[in-house]
């Protein structure tokens, strides 16, 4: 097993939880370096490829770094896989990635484009690339949760939009999604996971009940709500039970792969404002504390 990421300080961390293990390697680099990663994926059968610069105000303002880690480091990765001949490479996306509006969200649908096209040009190569969406983790870097937390004592908690929703999923429920879905993959689908709403308010009175909430107006590149299946993506999503899968446009595709599934009817759209399940502000903290 590799390990390849930018940060020492996390792999250190990382590397004492899991002690001094021989079958684990351990790679500093980036996903903008392509020989970097074909060392790497030396041996390796399945990837998981959860490198992003992903903090869309950060984005917007470094819009050439964003592009340079998210769409050419996801291209640098499916050459490396291919080259490599990894067996299955399965790609993290976000909620910002359907119907974008900022750069964020627009690398993102690129690299997830990126991804599916790869099944055609590994061709009879036999690596086979999906990708998984979905929305706001609790408690990862940069995550509202530890924001709310630090500013609880001052009295005020600072919220964009009364209205504003989220989707909502813990970190440990993500990383089970994502094995499920490595062996459920044939290579080309996106798949969405079902997972609750929440409201930002809510949260923000789960996390910090005697503060004030001060309500502060959207931030540039910001939405009201996610969505994680737009109305024309839709069309091209069939209901696995558990989660959605969307089918890519393709020829080389076949509908076949998914006959267990139930094509979503029309006008259906996976936002999280209109969705059929809501965390309530005691979810909400019993999901915080982990």
């Known amino acids: 097993m590799a390990i390849l990421s930018r940060d020492e300080l996390k792999q250190y961390e990382f590397s004492q939880e899991l002690g001094d293990d021989p079958r684990l390697r351990w790679f500093i680099g980036d996903v903008r370096e392509r020989d970097r990663l074909w060392r790497a994926f030396d041996e390796v059968d399945i990837v998981v490829h959860a490198a992003a610069l992903k903090q869309v105000p950060a984005a917007e303002y470094n819009p050439f770094e964003a592009t340079k880690t998210n769409i050419l480091g996801a291209q640098n990765v499916i050459d490396a896989a291919i080259d490599r001949r990894v067996s299955r490479v399965i790609a993290l996306s976000t909620d910002k990635a359907s119907s974008p509006i900022n750069l964020y969200g627009a690398t993102k649908l690129v690299s997830d484009k990126l991804f599916t096209a790869a099944n055609a040009y590994a061709g009879a190569n036999g690596t086979r690339f999906s990708v998984v969406r979905y929305g706001n983790v609790v408690g990862s870097r940069g995550s509202v949760v530890p924001y709310f937390r630090a500013l609880a004592g001052s009295g005020v908690i600072p919220v964009t939009d009364a209205r504003m929703t989220r989707f909502w999923i813990t970190l440990d429920q993500g990383a089970r999604f994502v094995i499920q ?59 696995a039970g558990r989660f959605f899968v969307m089918r890519p446009d393709a020829v080389w595709w076949d509908a076949a792969h998914w006959p267990e599934g139930k094509q979503l009817a029309e006008g259906f759209r996976y936002a999280s404002d209109t969705n059929t399940e809501w965390l309530s502000v005691e979810r909400l903290r019993a999901m915080a504390d982990g």
């Open 181 to 239: 879905m490595i062996d459920s993959m044939r290579g080309g689908e996106l798949f969405v996971p079902k997972i609750p709403s929440m409201r930002v308010v809510d949260l923000a009175t789960a996390i910090a009940p005697a503060a004030r909430v001060e309500f502060v107006g959207i931030r540039p590149g910001e939405k009201l709500h996610e969505e994680m299946i737009s109305l024309d993506d839709a069309r091209r999503t069939v209901d």
